[in-house]
């Protein structure tokens, strides 16, 4: 059985400020649309993952979803439920049995309510999530309390929406051709006389609207990440400069001055390769040897900020987010105190974090070893990194009970 899972991400979000529409705004280090997305391609159930936005946001999305193997876009329409029919038509020839419909402003949605929707659909063409409505229910007229609405039988909806393909695409196209607008895909489905069966939602899997759902969605992502520490160490040798080599040391992302030159398969800046190694590290993700051989010719004379951005390209591809990156640098020559700033300033750019996540420091053997007789450099240093892991997911505590 094929089930394909569609994000819906083609509105302009502009309720929660920030400059960029909701969903290609960071939450916990990441675009909430990546979160979404990842909710759904990380599940072993769902086969393939499509979203639907506005063409004008290509160059947000593009950024937002790099390095995920995902297809092309779907163009979204003028109002949400356009945009879901150009998501289902993009899948018709394609003709999965079930199609789950998302909500990208609902990024922390837990796998077991997709289990829950997926499992509802053994024995109904629909399902839908949703959480018991628990506070008291007031109509109100001209600003006054005009009577109690019975709470009974009522319920908050939530996506992801589950549904028979065939009979979700057969209800959008007649819902377009008869002028039908509903709130969401359960509603539509009902209208063309299909059951929708109700399963438990989740609290966690929440609609963010406004600036205050950014605050507390990123108080539940907080506990939903461990800290991971990873330490890298490196070492060149000093010699004397190559023809057409680097005009100096290659150190901590910059050029310095100097009457030598370090010698590498690659640029051989240390200091970029302790930071990889030690970002690769907390990735559990072997080092940088394993992923850039010196014996490959393609690396020879490489420089060393590729390395280091394919590292930072992994972290965020596991959902990870960089906290804090501290280097130290050890040599006599050149002296580093002049070119500190450059150097955290070239390092958070590559790593695509703020110049306040990044250390560099120096210090000398007083003379001894090989740093201290001039022959060389050495750096070391720590990485902390923020990282989802399968068992510190977003708690899901919903009470499971039938509804």
């Not at 759904?40 to 979203?51: E, L």
Request: glycine residues 12%; proline residues 6%.
């Amino acid at each position: 059985m094929t089930t394909i899972a569609l994000i819906v991400a083609a509105g302009k979000g502009e309720r929660a400020g920030g400059g960029v529409p909701k969903q290609y705004r960071p939450l916990g280090g990441l675009p909430v649309l990546r979160r979404a997305v990842l909710a759904f391609s990380r599940h072993p159930r769902i086969d393939a993952v499509r979203v639907m936005i506005a063409e004008e946001h290509r160059a947000l999305y593009d950024a937002a979803v790099a390095g995920l193997d995902l297809g092309a876009p779907v163009i979204g329409g003028a109002e949400r439920q356009a945009s879901v029919l150009n998501g289902l038509e993009s899948l018709a020839d394609a003709a999965p049995e079930i199609v789950l419909i998302h909500d990208a402003a609902r990024p922390l949605v837990p796998a077991g309510v997709i289990d829950r929707v997926l499992d509802a659909l053994d024995a109904a063409p629909a399902a839908l999530p949703v959480l018991a409505v628990a506070d008291t229910l007031k109509r109100g007229e001209g600003g006054l309390a005009a009577g109690t609405v019975s709470r009974d039988g009522l319920w908050r909806a939530q996506t992801p929406q589950g549904m028979r393909f065939d009979a979700v695409l057969d209800a959008h196209r007649r819902a377009a051709a008869e002028g039908v607008t509903m709130t969401d895909d359960a509603a539509l489905m009902e209208w063309a006389g299909h059951a929708v069966a109700l399963v438990a939602g989740s609290e966690d899997a929440m609609k963010i609207t406004t600036a205050q759902d950014f605050a507390l969605a990123d108080r539940l992502l907080a506990g939903a990440l461990e800290t991971r520490v990873g330490t890298g160490f490196d070492v060149h040798r000093l010699g004397a400069k190559t023809p057409g080599g680097v005009d100096g040391v290659a150190l901590g992302g910059i050029v310095i001055p100097h009457d030598q030159a370090l010698l590498g398969h690659s640029d051989a800046d240390v200091g970029l390769h302790a930071i990889t190694d030690a970002l690769l590290g907390a990735l559990g993700d072997g080092d940088i040897g394993a992923h850039f051989p010196p014996s490959d010719p393609q690396w020879k004379g490489a420089a060393s900020h590729m390395f280091l951005a394919d590292a930072c390209r992994r972290v965020r591809k596991a959902g990870g987010a960089i906290r804090h990156l501290d280097l130290t640098v050890i040599c006599e020559r050149p002296k580093v105190g002049p070119h500190r700033e450059a150097m955290r300033a070239r390092i958070a750019e590559i790593c695509g974090v703020p110049v306040a996540r990044v250390s560099v420091k120096a210090t000398t053997t007083e003379r001894l070893g090989f740093p201290g007789r001039g022959e060389g450099i050495a750096a070391q240093a720590a990485a902390t990194i923020a990282l989802p892991a399968p068992d510190l997911t977003v708690p899901d505590l919903t009470d499971q009970e039938d509804l």
